[in-house]
Structure formats: C-alpha cells, structure tokens
C-alpha cells in the first residue's frame, strides 16, 4: 500500500530553526501538495533531531509536527536535500546569496524570503494576491543562467507584502498611482528570534528598522509593474514612495497608514475606492491553491480598526485588512491596513508562490 507522502511533492526548509523556517513547518503540516522531507541550518544545529535543535526555542502557538520533531538537521547543502524538488528558504540575507544559488543551480526550485536577489533583472519578486503573472519570466531565467529546471523566486519584504494588495486593487480599478507617504508600525517578530532586546522595545517604539524604508520604497514599484514584452526584464511603475518605519511592541502584524494620489484626475470617491478594494480578487484564488484567501482584501468600516491582534489572523493570515478609509487634505485618500508579517509577510508567500508555481506546471 502506497503511503499518504508518496505521492506528493517532497520539500526541504533552509534555516529551519529560526523564526521563518518555523513558521513553514508549520505551515507544511498535513499540506495537500507539499511532504516536507529535510531540514537544514547552521553548523551548531547540524546533527541534531530538529525537535533537539530547537529546544526552548520553539516560538510558534501550535506543538512541532510529531513526523518533523525526530527529522534530522542538516547543513544548507544541495547533497542533503536530495529527494526534494522545492526548496523554501528562511535564511538571513547574510547567508542566503551563495546558498540559495548553491540550490537552484543544482535544479531546485527555489522559494525565497532573503532580500540578495529579489532585485535581480531576471527574477521575479512576486506577492502571491498581487503578481502571479510574473511567473512568466522563468523560462528566461532558466535560459540565462543555464539552469536546467532549477530557477529562484523571491517574496518581498515583510511590510511591503502588506503594502501592494490594496495598491494593487487600487492601481486596477483607477489607474497609476502618482505618490505615495506610508508609515509603518511594525512588529517584533519581523526581527526573527531573539530578536529586539527587551530594554530596547517594552515601554518604548524604535523609529529605524534598518534598510526597511529603502525596501519600502523600491519594491513595490518591481511589484506592481510589469515584465517587458520578450517577458526577459521588469518595467517598473514610476510611483514615488515616502516611507517611515518603526518597531513597536506587538508581537506579530504590521499595522500602515498610507496617504496616495492618484494620476488620473479627478480622483476616485471614497465609496468608490472601498468597493474596489472589497471586490479585489486574484488569480491565486482563481486557481483554488490551498493557502489563498477566499478575501485577499477585508475592509472594516469600524472607526479604530484594524488592529494587530483583532485582525492579523483574517483569512489564516493571508488576508489585509483596510479600514479608517477618508480623504487626504494634502494628496487624495488616506487609509490604515493590517497584515500578518509572518504568514502572508513570509513563510506564507513563499508556500502560496510554491502552490501557484504547481499549479502553473513549473515544478514538473
């Protein structure tokens, strides 16, 4: 009798320790596509059961997988990962450049959350409710860097995920957006594990996350562009983008408020503009991937939502949440929004980019 794992598609987790490869073995258990079948991380883990290697530092509200907690840990080599065809990272963009290409030169597939290539001409930086669409420069990435069928797709930055659904719905149903101010309230986990020191957060809100406002900036203009005509390079929207970020005291969402202007005058209503962000909905869902939300975008017309802890959950963390929804006296229309910075802002994008990419024939 075949097994319930055979059929699927195995999978390894780089940096399987930390706070992101926590949160894909969490998000793996029991997936209907994906078997996760090797764990790898740093020289101090190496050898050891995962259950062993993070003893105490286990931060996620739901046990470890009783088939994961007896795995071994390996190093972050292709040789361990031998009967996997998808390969998520998790690893810190101080490591993740020459191991990520160790992986997808030697034919994996590769999800990755590290910031070294997602500015790459040739590889797409895809939100899974935004811009599946830009899975189409694959085969010229393939051709590029003569990879055979291993190829690299990086997920944004945490709080720009968040940032880009709504502007993307926006974008959609009323045209460019000229310039944009958002200021964030981002969350401790975004820091990974153990992250912020307790005397720099509790009681206080660090304003600098560094290289966070360059990210902000630059990313959503990749994001919300397009591939050029051969579908071998990015056009990218010449949106200008303010951006102001702070750590605060919250464990997991990133709340933003965002003021924009529109290029097209004269500017959408406010009802007009909540309608569409209602009836946004994306090609993840269209396709029925297991992780996309039925609601890629919830808004609230509750005067002090959203919040991190009410709403961060919504649609099992896929979901961004808009609410505060009113007219801007300097630009056009200002908003706040919620999403999960752990979920959708990471582990999450990357196994909903993985589900699409299935979907898509891409790991055939």
Not at 78 to 88: D, G, L, T
Not at 161 to 168: A, F, I
Not at 266 to 287: F, G, V, W
Request: charged letters at 20%; one cysteine or more; hydrophobic letters at 40%.
């Amino acid at each position: 009798m075949s097994s319930p794992t055979q059929h699927k598609i195995h999978v390894g987790v780089l940096g399987a320790t930390g706070t992101v490869g926590q949160r894909f073995i969490q998000l793996l258990d029991n997936h209907p596509y994906f078997h996760l079948a090797a764990l790898g991380a740093s020289e101090s883990s190496a050898g050891k059961s995962y259950k062993d290697a993070v003893r105490r530092r286990w931060k996620m509200t739901t046990p470890i997988p009783a088939d994961v907690a007896a795995l071994p840990v390996t190093l972050c080599a292709p040789e361990h990962f031998a009967s996997c065809r998808v390969i998520f990272s998790g690893l810190d963009s101080s490591v993740a450049g020459d191991v990520e290409r160790a992986f997808f030169t030697a034919g994996f597939a590769v999800f990755s959350n590290a910031r070294n290539y997602r500015m790459d001409p040739d590889v797409p930086l895809i939100v899974p409710t935004v811009n599946p669409d830009h899975f189409d420069i694959i085969p010229h990435q393939r051709s590029a860097r003569s990879l055979g069928r291993g190829f690299i797709v990086t997920n944004a930055n945490c709080s720009t995920t968040g940032l880009v659904v709504p502007l993307k719905a926006l974008q959609d149903a009323f045209g460019p957006i000229d310039s944009m101010f958002v200021h964030t309230l981002q969350a401790i986990s975004g820091a990974g594990y153990p992250g912020i020191a307790s005397l720099d957060i509790c009681d206080n809100v660090v304003p600098y996350i560094s290289g966070e406002e360059d990210k902000l900036e630059i990313e959503p203009c990749k994001i919300l562009g397009s591939l050029s005509p051969a579908k071998s390079d990015h056009v990218f929207t010449t949106t200008r983008i303010s951006a102001t970020c702070n750590r605060v005291n919250v464990v997991d969402g990133h709340l933003e408020n965002v003021s924009l202007s529109f290029v097209n005058r004269p500017p959408p209503s406010l009802d007009a503009i909540a309608r569409a962000l209602s009836a946004y909905t994306c090609e993840a869902t269209q396709l029925g991937v297991p992780s996309a939300p039925l609601h890629p975008i919830e808004v609230t017309d509750e005067e002090d939502r959203p919040q991190p802890r009410l709403d961060r959950e919504r649609g099992k963390g896929m979901t961004v949440t808009v609410g505060r929804i009113r007219k801007d006296p300097v630009l056009d229309v200002r908003f706040s929004l919620l999403s999960h910075n752990t979920i959708l802002g990471a582990a999450g994008s990357s196994l909903m980019n993985a589900e699409i990419a299935f979907k898509k024939g891409l790991l055939a």
